[in-house]
């Protein structure tokens, strides 16, 4: 007679509204039972670094769903995981897109420019432990045209996207030379997500052995 699989009793909560973070984490078979979009006011503070600011959002962010996760009774004892993206030319930083306007003046800045891009991400265990860590990356983009910029701001793929644009989409294919964490551009680096959830204890590799529990 085979054994009936455990359920899996460990929560794990996602401090974020983004469906590319989601998919990043299902793409390491981890499925978090939640999704807690943290409302903040993500302006840089005087004179702060971007590496700084992404540093400092992913830790608000956990906090933040740490908070919300302990007043809901299903959530109590959950994993927290936020993370936030910060792309800068120098230490000019970029805005998260919101208009055609913001978009277009993001692609015209990295036209033919390399520049950096930071996503912090935060773990906070069931006891309270905060652990972080910090991935960077070095882009280069090709010298876009005029036509080219029109046509990728008419696409409307940059809205709500740090720097005003998606890698992962259409303006993967700007993208002269890359040196670092693809994923972190994409907005949730692995490599270090994964490091602390099993640095904190999470069985990660207890959902790899069970993925159509955790699906």
């Given at each position: 007679?085979?054994?009936?699989?455990k359920i899996r009793s460990?929560?794990?909560?996602?401090?974020?509204?983004?469906?590319?973070?989601?998919?990043?984490?299902?793409?390491?078979?981890?499925?978090?039972?939640?999704?807690?979009?943290?409302?903040?006011?993500?302006?840089?503070?005087?004179?702060?670094?971007?590496?700084?600011?992404?540093?400092?959002?992913?830790?608000?962010?956990?906090?933040?769903?740490?908070?919300?996760?302990?007043?809901?009774?299903?959530?109590?004892?959950?994993?927290?995981?936020?993370?936030?993206?910060?792309?800068?030319?120098?230490?000019?930083?970029?805005?998260?897109?919101?208009?055609?306007?913001?978009?277009?003046?993001?692609?015209?800045?990295?036209?033919?420019?390399?520049?950096?891009?930071?996503?912090?991400?935060?773990?906070?265990?069931?006891?309270?432990?905060?652990?972080?860590?910090?991935?960077e990356a070095r882009l280069?983009?090709?010298?876009?045209?005029?036509?080219?910029?029109?046509?990728?701001?008419?696409?409307?793929?940059?809205?709500?996207?740090?720097?005003?644009?998606?890698?992962?989409?259409?303006?993967?294919?700007?993208?002269?030379?890359?040196?670092?964490?693809?994923?972190?551009?994409?907005?949730?680096?692995?490599?270090?997500?994964?490091?602390?959830?099993?640095?904190?204890?999470?069985?990660?590799?207890?959902?790899?052995?069970?993925?159509?529990?955790?699906?």
């Amino acid at each position: 007679m085979t054994a009936e699989p455990k359920i899996r009793s460990v929560r794990l909560a996602l401090a974020s509204g983004s469906p590319r973070r989601l998919a990043l984490l299902q793409q390491v078979g981890l499925a978090p039972d939640a999704l807690l979009p943290a409302d903040l006011d993500e302006s840089p503070g005087r004179n702060e670094s971007p590496r700084k600011l992404a540093a400092r959002l992913a830790l608000e962010k956990a906090r933040v769903g740490a908070k919300t996760a302990h007043g809901r009774e299903e959530l109590q004892g959950a994993y927290i995981v936020a993370a936030d993206t910060v792309v800068c030319v120098g230490r000019r930083i970029l805005p998260k897109c919101e208009t055609s306007e913001d978009a277009d003046l993001c692609l015209r800045l990295l036209s033919g420019r390399a520049h950096r891009v930071y996503t912090g991400v935060t773990v906070i265990d069931p006891s309270g432990r905060e652990r972080s860590r910090l991935a960077e990356a070095r882009l280069r983009f090709k010298r876009l045209s005029g036509k080219e910029i029109a046509a990728y701001v008419a696409s409307r793929e940059w809205h709500g996207k740090a720097g005003g644009y998606a890698i992962q989409g259409v303006a993967g294919g700007f993208v002269v030379k890359l040196v670092g964490s693809y994923t972190a551009v994409v907005g949730l680096p692995l490599h270090e997500t994964v490091s602390l959830l099993e640095g904190l204890g999470y069985p990660v590799h207890e959902a790899w052995a069970r993925p159509e529990v955790v699906a």
